[in-house]
């Protein structure tokens, strides 16, 4: 059986790299684009707290619906 990629946790490294990809250049902007709090955000960044898997798929669709050509 394969496991969808898209559903993996995420590390510190990815969430900051599609971070960028996606436009959001601070902790505060992702925190109100997705809904969660910027300590939240922080936690995650900092590895003290893994994202959530169902953030982590929301974040790698997004980056994956920009990289297409219209």
């Not at 993996?8 to 969660?36: F, K």
């Amino acid at each position: 059986m394969t496991t969808d990629p898209r559903l993996a946790s995420m590390s510190p490294d990815e969430l900051r790299t599609h971070m960028r990809a996606l436009g959001y250049r601070t902790q505060n902007d992702l925190a109100g684009a997705i809904g969660v709090s910027r300590s939240a955000v922080s936690l995650w960044l900092e590895g003290k707290v893994g994202v959530p898997r169902p953030v982590a798929m929301l974040l790698r669709m997004l980056v994956a619906a920009q990289r297409r050509s219209f």
